[in-house]
């Protein structure tokens, strides 16, 4: 259980609306709780670390990384490092790093998107992607483009990820807006179910929901799941650099 904590601020609803600005910079940065219970087991947190240019192509240099709490080091010590280069303009990955050690288990992946070839390349071998295909670090930074009011038209939404070297596709559903306490404020915020296929970081019958800041920014408040054990949490606890002001309801 506690390998999958680190990864749960990753798995948010992914739209297919794109809207024409980016609601986020070089130097957002975002941290967070993970909880289980009342117990706070681990930590995450996401940062814009550059803009430069890769063949010619403008891409924003995104770093995400996943830590337990100290404590619980003793009993299962997680360090994850996730690196998305994201092509600005098309909203699609060119590369994606995964560096994984969780206890006695750790693995490294490093995938190169092809898109217009429609492949993935890893360890000398050549994957086939569905269109517009995302990895699990730049379907977040797309998912905060949608337009809110393209979402709310429909039911539910799909979007190809291509992970563990294999496609699949993400059902999201939008649920609501509602108003959450923070440490910042009360956040209006659009509240999101995805549907997580068998097998994968969630088994089926798990429920979650997320949470993401209905201003200019969409920015990741919040997620929930409940498992049989009871409830995990990760929750913005801290953060800096946001294109637009938060916005906090007084």
Not at 65 to 75: C, E, L, P, Q, V
């Amino acid at each position: 259980m506690i390998k999958r904590l680190v990864l749960i601020f990753l798995f948010i609803p992914f739209l297919a609306f794109p809207q024409k600005e980016i609601p986020y910079q070089v130097g957002e940065y975002s941290a967070f709780d993970v909880s289980f219970g009342a117990i706070i087991v681990g930590h995450a947190e996401l940062e814009i670390v550059e803009e430069k240019l890769i063949d010619s192509i403008s891409i924003f240099h995104i770093v995400g990384k996943g830590k337990t709490a100290y404590f619980f080091d003793w009993f299962f010590k997680v360090r994850d490092v996730y690196e998305t280069f994201l092509d600005t303009s098309k909203l699609l990955p060119i590369k994606f790093i995964r560096d994984i050690n969780e206890g006695p288990y750790s693995k490294k992946q490093n995938y190169f998107f092809h898109h217009s070839d429609s492949i993935v390349k890893h360890n000398d071998t050549a994957y086939k992607i569905p269109f517009n295909s995302q990895d699990m670090l730049s379907a977040l930074f797309y998912a905060r483009t949608f337009n809110k009011e393209e979402v709310k038209k429909t039911s539910s939404f799909f979007v190809p990820i291509f992970m563990d070297e294999e496609n699949y596709f993400l059902e999201v559903s939008y649920l609501n807006n509602e108003v959450i306490e923070t440490e910042f404020g009360k956040v209006d915020c659009m509240v999101f179910k995805p549907k997580m296929q068998e097998g994968r970081v969630f088994e089926d019958g798990e429920e979650m929901k997320i949470w993401i800041s209905d201003d200019k920014n969409h920015l990741l408040m919040k997620v929930e799941t409940k498992i049989w054990a009871g409830t995990i949490k990760a929750v913005l606890v801290d953060y800096k650099e946001l294109k637009f002001p938060l916005s906090i309801i007084k």
